[in-house]
């Protein structure tokens, strides 16, 4: 059983473990008045365990109904209804058990010992047990209770805020996925419906395009290194789609091999730089740039096309990967694109961490 399951789990063994200590808590608790000095023979007396078992045993009752009226009663119910007045009625109800309880089980307990006793002596360890040991046990698994539920409550919280940003990120999939496969096939199409002969290479390159986006992109972060070879891979792609129309220069510098990144990311980026437009008027001359230096990771874009017509198309591209990236990199990455009739330009710097993750916590939340 783990610290985890001890605290939080609603399953049999674990609930019966962690009451079965808060009840071991209050037999110490009933031993330590009992302790008029700390000596070796003392500690090891078994009179004392013994007739401190046997005080605790007796009004454990009364304890036992106290915290647990408190705790699935008095404290749910205020929660739910928000109203003093339950809270005043509830206590004073609770009180008024207790107190009766403690006077009876005292008589009771002194009768047992047959030792002489008066009605103060009943009095002085009914007034003890409801006043002292009845507000410090019921208190502290009150507290015990409150704490938990808030740390349940942050728990569950941070669980629905990964879970929306897992969603978030599914829809930026599912968005970018089509919209590149769709254009991709329409090209492969026109090629052969052309008579030339690379519709098989681009159907190799498309292939290993998809199994990247289905297979690799459902981690948090993935190998640099594997990122790389998805831009090679999309480079080469339009190439064999553009041909003569398209010159692309990649240029990469520093060591990759050792950082990971989230997959995916420079695809967006690829797509708004090489313009899928079916005509071309003139040469498209690309020139990519990706640079590391010591953690941070620098990605340059430029081609010579009409940035102000392509932002206007891909702006909502631009936008989805701005999120991408204050999901998993916070303010550690600067994106900026500078467009104009002439030429687009991208560039990105961002700093590389350890790998993240977004993994659920196994969480029960029902009962004490």
Not at 45 to 59: H, M, Q, R, S, T
Not at 148 to 154: A, P
Not at 207 to 230: F, P, W
């Amino acid at each position: 059983m783990t610290r985890n399951e001890f605290i939080f789990s609603n399953k049999l063994k674990p609930r019966l473990a962690r009451h079965l200590a808060f009840w071991v808590m209050y037999y110490i608790h009933t031993i330590i008045p009992n302790l008029t000095d700390i000596k070796i023979s003392t500690l090891t007396d078994p009179e004392l365990y013994k007739n401190v078992f046997y005080e605790a045993i007796y009004f454990l009752p009364v304890f036992m109904f106290s915290v647990y009226f408190s705790i699935y009663f008095i404290l749910p119910g205020y929660l739910k209804k928000r109203t003093f007045s339950f809270l005043i009625l509830s206590f004073l109800l609770l009180a008024a058990v207790t107190a009766i309880a403690c006077y009876l089980i005292s008589k009771i307990y002194f009768r047992s010992y047959g030792s002489e006793w008066n009605e103060a002596d009943v009095i002085n360890q009914a007034w003890s047990k409801y006043i002292g040991d009845q507000i410090i046990i019921t208190g502290s698994a009150i507290i015990l209770k409150i704490i938990k539920d808030f740390s349940l409550k942050q728990r569950e919280s941070e669980i629905l805020a990964i879970e929306n940003i897992k969603s978030k990120l599914q829809l930026l999939k599912m968005q970018m996925h089509p919209r590149i496969l769709f254009e991709c096939l329409q090209n492969i199409y026109n090629d052969i419906d052309a008579g030339t002969q690379y519709a098989p290479q681009m159907i190799l390159k498309l292939s290993d395009l998809l199994s990247y986006l289905l297979y690799e992109t459902d981690v948090q972060q993935i190998a640099l290194s594997k990122e790389i070879k998805l831009i090679e891979n999309y480079i080469e792609l339009k190439e064999l789609e553009y041909k003569k129309q398209l010159e692309i220069c990649f240029k990469i510098s520093g060591d990759t091999s050792t950082h990971y990144i989230t997959p995916g990311l420079f695809l967006p980026l690829l797509e708004i730089g090489i313009v899928p437009f079916e005509k071309l008027n003139k040469v498209l001359v690309i020139f990519i740039e990706l640079k590391k230096i010591n953690s941070n990771l620098y990605f340059h874009l430029k081609n010579n096309m009409d940035g102000n017509q392509i932002m206007a198309s891909f702006q909502s591209t631009l936008d989805s990967t701005k999120k991408r990236l204050q999901i998993f990199h916070s303010n550690k990455f600067r994106l900026d694109v500078h467009s104009s009739s002439s030429s687009l330009e991208i560039n990105m710097q961002l700093q590389l961490n350890k790998i993240i993750s977004l993994q659920n916590p196994n969480i029960q939340n029902d009962g004490e």
